[in-house]
């Protein structure tokens, strides 16, 4: 099966930084990638599908790039709200596996 | 807009059978466009897909290796509804169960609630 590895595995950030989350692929994935966000108690929270198309309703500073094996969850200007933790998964064929999550907390 | 309620039993015990079920609305079970799924979410395991079943024509189902051989998802087209059959369980099946549903291939943007599932004797 193919293995979804994140990094980091956590990272404090401040206040209006650039935060940048990586996700590999053990194998190509056809750019199907989707980021989640979730925060403590709650449910995932669709961000991202297809490594770039941004869910209806999320604020533009949260981006998706990559390609191949290769992908990226991009924070523009780090907000309070966004503390949480971040999964990508592969959506192109089952096994639909998740990454092990980043947790994003300010500094 | 689709809304995904879970019902069922927060206490399994040891060798037991756990039956969850996910009532749907704004959609329907048979949409040619969808599929139907399970995923759980433990601190050791992290979020873990279950299975899923859709609907082609036919109904498929495909499940995780990790619970192949005990795991049953079924459609119920009569109520709109599915169900997660999960058996023998044990300590490590412990975890947050989540139904979801994903559209053209696109992820999950529909999620349950969540149901606290702990194996417990």
């Known amino acids: 099966d193919i293995q979804m590895t994140q990094s980091p595995s956590s990272l404090s950030a401040s206040v209006g930084d650039r935060v940048t989350i990586t996700c590999r692929a053990s194998?190509?994935?056809?750019?199907?990638l989707a980021w989640y966000q979730q925060k403590p108690g709650k449910v995932p929270k669709l961000l991202i599908h297809?490594?770039?198309t941004l869910q209806s309703g999320v604020p533009p500073r949260f981006s998706g790039s990559g390609s191949g094996t290769d992908f990226t969850l991009t924070i523009n200007s780090l907000q309070p709200e966004d503390v949480a933790t971040y999964y990508c998964?592969?959506?192109?064929?089952?096994?639909?596996?998740f990454g092990g999550g980043t947790k994003v907390e300010i500094k | 807009q689709v809304q995904l309620q879970q019902s069922g039993p927060g206490l399994v015990k040891p060798s037991q059978t756990l039956s969850l079920t996910c009532d749907i609305s704004?959609?329907?079970?048979?949409?040619?466009?969808?599929?139907w799924n399970w995923i759980r979410q433990s601190p050791s395991r992290g979020l873990e897909w279950l299975g899923r079943?859709?609907?082609?024509?036919?109904?498929?189902?495909d499940y995780a290796v990790s619970v192949r051989g005990r795991i049953t998802i079924s459609p119920d087209t009569s109520k709109n509804q599915f169900s997660l059959q999960l058996n023998a369980m044990t300590p490590e099946d412990t975890a947050v169960y989540y139904c979801?549903?994903?559209?053209?291939?696109?992820?999950?943007?529909?999620w349950g609630q969540g149901t606290l599932v702990t194996v417990s004797s």
């Open positions: 979801a549903r994903e559209l053209h291939l696109s992820g999950f943007p529909y």
């Open positions: 704004g959609d329907v079970i048979s949409n040619n466009d969808a599929t």
């Open positions: 079943t859709y609907y082609r024509s036919y109904w498929y189902n």
């Open positions: 194998q190509g994935i056809d750019n199907r």
């Open positions: 297809s490594t770039s």
């Open positions: 998964q592969r959506h192109n064929n089952v096994p639909l596996t």
